[in-house]
């Protein structure tokens, strides 16, 4: 099921996302699975609490009120980082109260998945959860079995972890874990593809797309990945192009940050600059 939410939610929740990448992009992956556990954590007791959501995601309540009342609640329970990130939350607007649980959940999930993009793993995290997600497609009865809330929970997450048996990296279990501690209702297999499309949406973080006005020698190659990997503090995969256009020096392009330093560039921007 594809979350949609309507603007003043999806403006808050990408606002939230760009946050969260400055976060991941300054601290090791420790620290990010940490984040991840401790807001799944509050996610998953806000979605079964909706006084507790209603006050937090209320815009008539100063935001001062909100985020004073989230302290109280969560101050001596949860990391700075992760209390900063719910302050964040809570002071964003949301369209309606479960739209902060959303987007907390994705928070979470894009968290972990930046442990596995410290490492460099998020192809592996991304095909595993695909394939799982197949599996469970194929097993229907196997799904309801992981998502049936009447079972207990240690029943379920025991199911999955012997589904699992150690054959996936730590990543992908704890987001398929959190899937099973909280399913919220939603068909488990479809989750597992939104958690791949998600972790493939980040591994675009992690990929440089290079225009150059000639071939890169492999010596090149290397010095500008690792300039790239130093720069952004993650593994970098370049994808490079020709374009003659450029005349000299490259472009760069990591998600929707560009740096240009291309001979071509750097004459449009003395045009720009003369006056007119």
């Given at each position: ?5 309507q603007a003043a939610s999806r403006e808050s929740l990408a606002d939230l996302n760009a946050r969260l990448d400055v ?51 969560f101050g001596d329970k949860i990391a700075r980082p992760s209390l900063e990130a719910l302050f964040a939350a809570v ?94 209702g939603r068909h488990l297999y479809a989750v597992a593809e939104e958690l791949a499309e998600l972790a493939a949406a ?75």
């Open positions: 099921m594809t979350l949609v939410l976060f991941v992009d300054q601290v090791g992956d420790a620290e990010l699975e940490k984040l991840g556990d401790e807001l799944f954590a509050v996610t998953r007791l806000l979605a079964v609490q909706p006084g507790l959501r209603r006050h937090l995601a209320d815009a008539s309540v100063a935001e001062s009120s909100r985020t004073g009342f989230a302290e109280r609640l002071a964003a607007r949301w369209s309606r109260p479960l739209d902060l649980v959303d987007a907390l959940e994705i928070l979470a999930r894009n968290a972990t998945l930046g442990a596995a993009e410290k490492d460099g793993k998020l192809d592996d995290v991304e095909d595993e959860l695909f394939r799982f997600g197949r599996i469970l497609d194929r097993e229907p009865e196997l799904a309801g079995l992981l998502a049936d809330t009447d079972t207990p929970t240690d029943g379920r997450v025991g199911l999955l972890d012997r589904l699992l048996g150690g054959k996936v990296s730590p990543v992908t279990a704890t987001l398929l874990r959190q899937t099973v501690l909280l399913p919220r980040r591994r675009q973080r992690s990929i440089a797309r290079v225009a150059t006005p000639v071939r890169l020698a492999p010596e090149q190659e290397d010095r500008l990945r690792d300039t790239l990997t130093r720069l952004y503090g993650r593994p970098m995969s370049l994808q490079i192009e020709l374009d003659e256009a450029l005349l000299g020096g490259l472009v760069v392009r990591v998600g929707g940050e560009v740096i240009d330093g291309s001979v071509a560039g750097r004459l449009e921007a003395a045009r720009r600059a003369l006056p007119g």
